[in-house]
């Protein structure tokens, strides 16, 4: 156990919704991170948040968004959903600096599937 | 570029052979970080090891080593007397100093041991 946690673990919905994917990082960590995995792409980094604050952003696309609480938590919000974004999405956390030489633990994923 | 190369697609072995993972990375920075994750059935990503571009030391922990060779730019992961519970996704991946703690990974090797 990573002591990075994800919620829902599944998560079945419609194309053209919305849903909201919720992390909880380890304690003390003070960076989050979202990755997707799919067969396609593989393993993508989207979105890096320090502390409430954005700090790297990757191939995140536009109808993708989120957020880092000040309680350290982070949302991933996907909206106007597309078949092709089903996939894992995954949640990891670092700290305390959020820099290249930290560890990042990841959570246990959430799987998403878009019919 | 940040470039993870993971040629080996899947690999086939007994249990109690030896196995070697391969991992082959390109970075113009001088200073970056490699490490290597499982991810086994259940889905979750495990972290196994970080190496940092200074340190070309090999590591050995129980059966898992691991060979760094910047001249040939590859990082290499080796199970010793492989057992049916290290059947997994292995991923290298690499993070810079110039990109921040992004993660870029690699397409990952399908290890099954079989009985």
């Known amino acids: 156990d990573s002591g990075v946690t994800q919620t829902p673990k599944h998560l079945i919905t419609a194309t053209g919704q919305r849903v909201t994917l919720r992390c909880s990082p380890r304690?003390?960590?003070?960076?989050v991170y979202w990755y997707q995995q799919s067969l396609d792409q593989g393993l993508q980094f989207l979105i890096q948040?320090?502390?409430?604050?954005?700090?790297a952003k990757g191939n995140i696309l536009e109808r993708f968004s989120a957020q880092q609480f000040p309680d350290l938590h982070s949302e991933l919000n996907l909206s106007s959903l597309e078949l092709g974004d089903s996939a894992l999405y995954f949640c990891?956390?670092?700290?305390?600096?959020?820099?290249?030489?930290?560890?990042?633990?990841f959570g246990p994923g959430t799987r998403l599937l878009v019919l | 570029a940040q470039k993870v190369t993971q040629a080996q697609t899947e690999i086939s072995v007994v249990e109690k052979e030896d196995v070697t993972l391969d991992c082959v990375y390109e970075?113009?920075?001088?200073?970056?970080?490699l490490f290597w994750y499982k991810q086994p059935p259940s889905g979750e990503l495990v972290f196994l090891i970080r190496?940092?571009?200074?340190?070309?030391q090999n590591e050995i922990s129980g059966r898992y080593s691991w060979n760094f060779q910047k001249s040939t730019s590859s990082f290499n992961f080796t199970i010793t007397a492989s057992q049916v519970v290290d059947s997994a996704v292995y991923f290298c991946?690499?993070?810079?100093?110039?990109?921040?703690?992004?993660?870029?990974f690699g397409a990952g090797t399908i290890l099954r041991v079989k009985s």
């Open positions: 990891a956390s670092s700290g305390p600096t959020g820099g290249e030489q930290e560890t990042q633990y």
């Open positions: 304690s003390g960590d003070l960076s």
């Open positions: 948040y320090y502390n409430g604050e954005e700090r």
């Open positions: 970075t113009r920075d001088t200073t970056y970080y």
């Open positions: 190496r940092n571009s200074f340190d070309e």
């Open positions: 991946a690499l993070s810079e100093e110039e990109y921040g703690n992004k993660l870029v």
